[in-house]
């Protein structure tokens, strides 16, 4: 199949778990079929040049339109998130509105048969309007890396800031209509859980979703040897993500100095991408605490950790973190919502914590009594690489185009996102 891929960020380098998985599933069906990958650049030309490089060479045609979206900074920033009060659709997504990437895929639908579109995420469903035919008629799956209403609804019972709140819960009600309406726009959609799917449908009264699952590169893991007598506590994730940011909030307020006054010589070594600058500043005042920004590989991280840490409180869809962690033979303690939709289970495959006093208490314990630890992460081991394998996760997603081109149109009755 001709198939193009849309993209509202460039997944080379894959330095996020979103980025993870839009490029291993991509680079599973690159030899089978024909994909056109159009993203949408950050302003970085040698970065672009880069990722362009490297999917050539996987035999994936990428087309990146350097479009950066608006800084989350500046007195800019906050004028247009009051300007969103009046506006229907999420600021998120109206921030993510570009014509030069509208005019692109236009211009190269103009040129070039598709017989499938795939959208790795609902914000960029405008791009395809207007393309000779309603939404509901055009073959189009539609990845939903998290059901985003989720993760606003969670963010909305973790603040406390009245007025916050009251923000939060308007861009929460605005995600829950735009989503419904995208959800059912689409041919199929593709959540990375059984929960997440569940939810939609029970949300939204759809019937068109499907499961495929985050994975990993079980082979990339499979040497690495987590060192013996460590005292470092990993923590994972992109440090531009909001709720990797609330994660570590409590991590850095509450839990790890809670550890380190029982363990003086305990570590905690952040690993992620584009921390902002209050991070920095906080890491650096902090004693026993490190930061690695922008690593090119996580790998002799977790070799040189105990266990890693996953106080999430906000989230949806799955942790890619965890199965990269357990591939590894790396232990993890985790709140629930950090291990929601793996098939995982607690207190054999992993530790749940779901407060900070427990969390601190059992990363005290896997510090100073190690081997039973060790033996669930070996057990968690097996899971993933008998399950979320990508090779296997690649033929589901295949079987899900198949269905999308197969289909036949829905009535495009109602109104599109």
């Known amino acids: 199949m001709n198939v193009v891929i849309l993209d509202g960020d460039v997944s080379y380098p894959p330095t996020s778990g979103k980025r993870l998985r839009s490029l291993h599933l991509m680079l599973g069906l690159a030899s089978r079929h024909h994909i056109t990958y159009i993203a949408r650049g950050n302003g970085d030309a040698v970065a672009n040049e880069k990722a362009r490089d490297y999917l050539a060479g996987k035999g994936i045609d990428a087309r990146i339109i350097d479009a950066p979206v608006a800084r989350k900074k500046g007195v800019g920033f906050y004028a247009r998130l009051m300007g969103n009060l009046f506006a229907g659709t999420p600021y998120s997504v109206t921030s993510h509105f570009s014509e030069v990437v509208r005019s692109a895929v236009h211009e190269f639908a103009a040129k070039n048969p598709v017989d499938l579109w795939q959208v790795e995420w609902s914000g960029y469903l405008y791009a395809l309007q207007g393309l000779g035919r309603p939404l509901r008629e055009m073959p189009i799956v539609m990845q939903a890396h998290n059901v985003d209403a989720l993760i606003w609804q969670r963010y909305h019972e973790a603040e406390r800031n009245f007025f916050k709140r009251w923000y939060i819960a308007e861009q929460w009600r605005k995600f829950h209509r735009f989503e419904a309406d995208a ?235």
């Open 183 to 417: 959800f059912r726009a689409v041919r199929r959609v593709v959540a990375v859980s059984a929960e997440d799917a569940a939810l939609a449908r029970r949300w939204y009264g759809i019937d068109n979703v499907d499961v495929v699952d985050n994975g990993v590169d079980v082979s990339y893991f499979c040497n690495v040897r987590p060192r013996d007598g460590s005292r470092a506590i990993l923590y994972l994730g992109a440090l531009d993500w909001r709720p990797n940011l609330d994660a570590l909030d409590l991590l850095l307020g509450e839990i790890f100095p809670n550890v380190h006054r029982r363990l003086p010589d305990a570590r905690l070594v952040i690993v992620g991408r584009n921390p902002p600058a209050r991070l920095r500043q906080r890491v650096e005042a902090m004693p026993g605490v490190e930061l690695h920004a922008d690593v090119p590989d996580v790998r002799p991280f977790m070799e040189s950790s105990a266990v890693m840490a996953v106080p999430l409180r906000i989230g949806g869809g799955s942790r890619l973190k965890i199965l990269e962690a357990l591939a590894a033979g790396l232990p993890v303690v985790s709140t629930r919502i950090g291990a929601e939709g793996l098939a995982i289970r607690p207190g054999q495959d992993f530790t749940l914590a779901d407060t900070t006093g427990d969390m601190a208490d059992r990363l005290v314990e896997c510090l100073s009594t190690p081997a039973p630890y060790r033996r669930q992460a070996q057990e968690g081991r097996g899971i993933v690489a008998s399950r979320y394998d990508w090779s296997t996760l690649s033929d589901r997603l295949e079987r899900v185009w198949e269905r999308a081109v197969a289909a036949a149109p829905t009535p495009s009755e109602g109104r599109s996102p």
